[in-house]
């Protein structure tokens, strides 16, 4: 049994960051790279500006990566070798948990006990490998997932596959044994109460924060010439991952109802979609494309690849929209970015857009997926962009990375203090009470 530690004053000296099927290192936009990562790099930092080292443990897929990478000083990501390197799906990782998390067991062994002092988990497949280390290393697990299964199979969009019965188990286990559920927003913390049956008590709301310096308002004309177009046409633009979760097509489905409702508008109406195909969308990377020409909208519409934070920045302050009609979002980073460009968004009121968007001053909020709805959105918004800019740079100045780490830092000293205050509880207790939890199961006593 584990002897648990006094608790420290002040602040974790070192903290495990388990991010299991993608690193912080890979380009958001594609892949399974998005708003995770970006959490997790400015996250990372920002605990180590502040004197704790972050270690992230990825899974390598490519034999050509380095085991270690310091990622910035104070951030070291720790490639670790789980399944074939290239070809394994984000569905065939749990597979692979076993592999990983003796990897993440072995390293912590080559040191003297307590090395670290948090471990801070990534979405449930980093949660379930975070879980084993919290007992075998007695301290807090602190688990943010991201995205829920329950939450996503109940807004499905149209071709989507639902999440797998497997994946809610192991969501389950998670939300039972984690020391602190870290939920973007209100409306996520009341879901993993409602669906998961987490602990208030436990579950801790702490908002994503955004770069203000560099998502910041800037010269547009300029914007406009490094995006390549022409200063008085209408720009409506797309972030994201490229699947039917994102929804881009009810952007496009919109650009065609305004041309449909103003024919003149097609001179100028121009749709830039930044990102590359994901998740169930690489079944049909071209369906976009192939909507765009059936719309006949095919040579008004842009795509670009993922981009950098920095040129990102560019088409934000280029766009005169951008809209965000996804089916869930747990926050929607795009969006605060967005606006703290002074971009002002349309969005799909659903998960934490209406946390990130306020609705009539920063942008619209959008109740459905209705393309009609989503093209009257844009107009009311070009209509008022001057008022609605102004109040997107108030509204996401409200945010920073800065106060989330000072929140996700209080949410690890005490849970470290909780812990050591604990008396511990039996083996069979802590192995066998998830499975309490489960519908159907009985475990005898």
Known sequence: MPVRRLPRSGMPRRVATLSVHTSPLDQPGAGDAGGMNVYIVEVSRRLAARGIEVEVFTRATSSDLPPVVEMSPGVTVRHVSAGPFEGLGKDELPAQLCAFTAAVLREEAQHEPGYYDVVHSHYWLSGQVGWLARDR?????????????????????????????????????VVDEADRLIANTDEEA????????????????VPPGVDLDRFAPGDRAAARRAVGVPDDDVVLLFVGRIQPLKAPDVLLSAAARLLADDPMLRDRLRVHVVGAPSGSGLEAPRQLEQLAADLGIVD?????????????AEHYRAADVTVVPSHNESFGLVALEAQACGTPVVAAAVGGL????????????????????????????LARRELLSAGARRHAARFSWDRTVDSLVAGYVSAAEEMAATPPRPARERLLGPLRALPGVQVAR
Do not use: C, M
């Open 354 to 381: 209406p946390t990130a968007v306020r609705d009539g001053v920063s942008g619209v909020l959008v109740a459905g997926h209705d393309p009609r709805d989503y093209a009257r959105s844009v107009r009311e918004v």
């Open 190 to 205: 009341r879901q993993l109460v409602r669906h998961y049956g987490a602990d208030p008590a436990r579950t801790l709301v």
């Open 137 to 173: 290393w007695s301290v807090p697990l602190i688990h943010t997932a991201h995205t829920l299964a329950k939450v996503k199979n109940e807004a499905l969009a149209d071709g989507d596959r639902p999440e797998p019965r497997s994946r809610v188990i192991g969501e389950q286990q």
């Open 300 to 312: 008004l519409v842009r795509f670009f690849p993922p981009q950098p934070p920095e040129r990102l």
